[in-house]
């Protein structure tokens, strides 16, 4: 999406790969051309992303006045059709309302809206639900899911809700210290997940059956990002690791159609999952 700043962020390697282009090669009037249009970005925090000085009304419309050129007026209707569309009651009489005016649930809307404004291929929603209590939390993912489905959008989804992962997600890429240590199909990696950190966060998951057990929590701290340790960064959490583990990090493994995994022992985890 082009918002980090460099710098102090800097991308140092590798490509970022939309409709056949490489995102990085763009100059910054063509990048700018495709966020909106091609792809836009729902933020955690609603009350941050939104400007607190304007009207939710003059955000959504300032979409369509600068990237298809209408007129004040115009870009009002759209925005309450938009408004309307995410289901916020009494759109028309509340379009001229600000941020603060709404409810945590109803910004999180108004940020769905905005994304949704130029009909993008691809949303990416970043911790959409955070803050939200859990009615709330399943009406927006519900609402997203309605809207994929009717937009024909890709979605990708960056949460830590594991629960939300399963009642959205096809596949599954799971990150430790910044790289991804394991992809899958959602049905395969909850059934029998291929790398420890996985098998760790799905153990950590409150159960229903364990009434009155102690919960489980992975050992350890997560890696300070400026010293990562050497070999596999999980291995001073893992109950797997041995030397190997400690000097040599792992490559994505392919460990079945469709599924990798950064583990020396993704089979012994695999095999003990089953």
């Known amino acids: 999406m082009g918002i980090v700043d460099s710098p102090p962020g800097y991308v140092t390697g590798g490509e970022i790969r939309f409709r056949g282009r490489d995102l990085l090669t763009l100059g910054r009037e063509e990048r700018r051309r495709v966020r909106g249009t091609g792809m836009a970005m729902i933020f955690q925090d609603a009350l941050s992303a939104l400007n607190p000085v304007m009207s939710v009304g003059a955000q959504l419309g300032e979409m369509f006045q600068v990237h298809r050129g209408m007129s004040r007026k115009a870009a009002r209707a759209e925005a309450v059709e938009l408004m309307d569309r995410v289901k916020i009651p009494a759109a028309a009489s509340r379009v001229g309302d600000y941020p603060h005016q709404f409810s945590g649930g109803m910004r999180q809307r108004i940020m769905i809206a905005m994304a949704l404004a130029l009909e993008p291929d691809l949303i990416i929603a970043d911790e959409p639900t955070t803050a939200l209590d859990v009615t709330v939390q399943a009406q927006v993912m519900d609402l997203l899911a309605e809207l994929q489905r009717e937009y024909h959008m890709g979605l990708i989804l960056i949460t830590h809700d594991l629960g939300v992962v399963a009642d959205v997600a096809d596949t599954i890429a799971v990150m430790y210290a910044g ?30 059956d364990h009434k009155g057990q102690e919960l489980y929590a992975i050992k350890g701290l997560p890696p300070n990002l400026t010293a990562i340790p050497p070999g596999c960064p999980f291995h001073p959490r893992c109950p797997l690791a041995q030397d190997i583990c400690r000097s040599e990090r792992p490559p994505l493994h392919d460990v079945a159609p469709g599924r990798t995994s950064a583990c020396h022992f993704w089979k012994e985890t695999l095999d003990g999952a089953r």
């Open 179 to 208: 790289r991804i240590v394991e992809t899958a199909p959602v049905h395969h990696l909850y059934r029998a997940p291929a790398h420890p950190y996985t098998r760790g966060l799905l153990d950590s998951i409150p159960r229903l």
